[in-house]
């Protein structure tokens, strides 16, 4: 399997995930699956009365999947995450539209969050009550306005944001956190105006590598970072693990 970073535990308990959807949920510390290492995971997720343990497995070795499917880890997404230099590019003929989100902003960023992340593994796992998907990404996109991220670029049409994009910096890489375009605004190339503009604030903060994780079945999103100088960097299977208690 692959390590663990020095001292992290098997498995973590994750409080924020947990109390938003009710449910003892934690997470599996490891890539790869080993018999003993399997046997150990599920003997803690009974000891801590777990219902959900997500697991993020390489894509690339058989002896974890044939272990995923013997004990009973449900497959509900593709992780890909794609990659480029943060280089000098040319301004987009609609940038000028790019601006930081404002306060009076929230409630459009949060009708598009509602509707616009049904391809993430969540709505994809029969136990997550649809709702409260709908509220994750809505309350991802609050919380990314204050503070979470480091910055959320919108992009105006007419009077309102009609799209957002949330940027993170970690010393020299920047990171796309959430894109989402308004339903009756998409088509409009609004997408690419805002990959553009988190480019640009990348490259303003002395960012070196960009990078965006994205879902394997969100071809749309793909294109579109492909279209803008992305290439594929890797790919990575998640999975959760239901018990019955």
Same mark, same amino acid.
């Given at each position: 399997?692959?390590?663990?970073?020095?001292?992290?535990?098997?498995? !973590?308990?994750? =409080?924020?995930?947990? !109390?938003?959807?009710? &449910? &003892? /949920?934690?997470?599996?510390?490891? !890539?790869?699956?080993?018999?003993? /290492?399997?046997?150990?995971?599920?003997?803690?997720?009974?000891?801590? &009365? /777990? =219902?959900?343990?997500?697991?993020?497995? =390489? !894509?690339? =070795?058989?002896? +974890?999947? %044939?272990?995923?499917?013997?004990? %009973?880890?449900?497959? #509900?997404? #593709? &992780? #890909? +995450?794609?990659?480029r230099a943060v280089a000098s590019i040319g301004k987009d003929k609609t940038e000028a539209n790019v601006r930081l989100a404002r306060e009076e902003d929230l409630p459009f960023l949060a009708e598009i969050a509602r509707t616009g992340h049904h391809d993430s593994r969540f709505y994809f796992d029969e136990h997550f009550d649809r709702l409260k998907c709908d509220q994750l990404y809505e309350t991802w996109i609050r919380n990314s306005f204050h503070g979470f991220a480091d910055a959320v670029l919108v992009a105006d049409s007419g009077q309102q944001a009609a799209a957002y994009i949330t940027c993170k910096l970690t010393g020299s890489e920047a990171q796309i956190g959430l894109i989402g375009v308004h339903q009756a605004h998409r088509g409009k190339g609004l997408g690419s105006t805002l990959v553009t503009g988190f480019l640009s604030w990348a490259r303003e903060r002395g960012a070196v590598q960009a990078k965006v994780v994205t879902q394997g079945r969100n071809a749309g999103a793909q294109r579109l970072y492909q279209k803008n100088g992305f290439l594929l960097a890797s790919s990575q299977l998640w999975y959760h693990r239901w018990f019955s208690r």
């Open positions: 399997m692959t390590e663990n970073p020095a001292n992290a535990p098997l498995c !973590s308990y994750l =409080d924020w995930d947990s !109390s938003f959807f009710e &449910r &003892r /949920i934690a997470r599996l510390n490891a !890539s790869r699956l080993e018999p003993a /290492i399997t046997q150990q995971a599920l003997q803690w997720c009974a000891q801590n &009365r /777990i =219902d959900c343990l997500y697991f993020l497995a =390489d !894509s690339d =070795d058989p002896q +974890t999947k %044939r272990l995923a499917e013997q004990n %009973r880890f449900q497959f #509900v997404d #593709v &992780r #890909v +995450t794609y990659e």
